[in-house]
């Protein structure tokens, strides 16, 4: 009965050693735990920040088009200024280019053309053993212009170097008063850098009254240079040639649109 106790005492002994190495073999798998602990907090933790990819806004997504929208009006704005510049700087640009040149057929109206010096008067001298040049004379106006205009003379004939003065008449047909602008050319071409006129009416407006006719000068020479120019040779006929518009004033003389 003794020996039973002392069984029982030993195998008690051997379960307590049993259990207290697997506690010791789980106090190791225990250590681990608090790694296990910590990464999963910290992934936790990191899901509490906010996302980095958050999809962007309207107004966000809107900004570079505006952006461009604006730089494309700003440069179209820029074009459209740029061209009514032009539209209105264009006629007297024109005006001044063809004057100083005779480009396009235009007479030259610049003081003392041709003249080393620039004095007008040492231009002013009869070639006396030139032939002389037929000028003859052309006058119209435009299909919604109500006037009549005609030379008074068909044909002047100048010696270059010679001044001579010509006349236009022009009458307002209408029962309004009406401004009216004239431009001219001269033929042959080549002719224009020699034809200079002193005095004349074109590129003016001329206001004429209801019913009103008057008298409109032109005081002009051909340059003695163009005898020295070859291509000059067999020219004995030189048309100057006026065509009047109706200026797009008002009857007050405000500018305004034709309808």
């Known amino acids: ?16 050693a049993g259990v ?49 929208n604006s730089s494309t009006m700003y440069y179209a704005f820029s074009i459209i200024m740029g061209t009514v510049a032009l539209s209105y700087g264009s006629v007297p640009m024109y005006k001044m280019i063809c004057q100083t040149t005779g480009w396009g057929g235009r007479p030259i109206k610049a003081q003392g053309h041709g003249g080393a010096d620039g004095d007008p008067a040492e231009r002013l001298k009869p070639v006396t ?41 022009a009458t307002n047909r209408s029962k309004d008063d009406i401004i009216g602008v004239a431009t001219y050319s001269v033929t042959p071409a080549q002719v224009a850098p020699y034809f200079s006129k002193i005095q004349c009416f074109c590129f ?9 006719t008057v008298d409109m000068p032109v005081f002009f020479y051909i340059d003695p240079d163009f005898v020295n120019d070859p291509n000059m040779k067999g ?6 040639s006026y065509t009047f518009f109706k200026a797009r004033y008002d009857s007050e003389g405000h500018l305004k649109p034709y309808a």
């Open 1 to 16: 009965m003794q020996s039973f106790p002392r069984l029982v005492t030993s195998v008690a002994r051997k379960d307590a």
């Open 20 to 68: 207290c190495s697997s506690c010791a073999k789980g106090g190791g798998r225990n250590q681990s735990t608090p790694f296990f602990q910590s990464s999963m907090i910290r992934s936790i933790s990191n899901t509490s920040k906010p996302r980095q990819n958050v999809a962007p806004t309207m107004e966000q997504l809107r900004a570079p088009f505006q952006k461009k």
């Open 129 to 169: 053993g030139a032939k002389r040049i037929r000028i003859t004379f052309n006058g119209s106006v435009s299909d919604v212009l109500p006037w009549k205009f005609t030379p008074q003379q068909r044909e002047v004939r100048v010696l270059p170097g010679e001044t001579a003065l010509a006349f236009y008449t």
């Open 204 to 212: 003016e407006e001329q206001r004429l009254n209801a019913g009103e």
């Open 235 to 240: 020219i004995e006929q030189v048309t100057l």
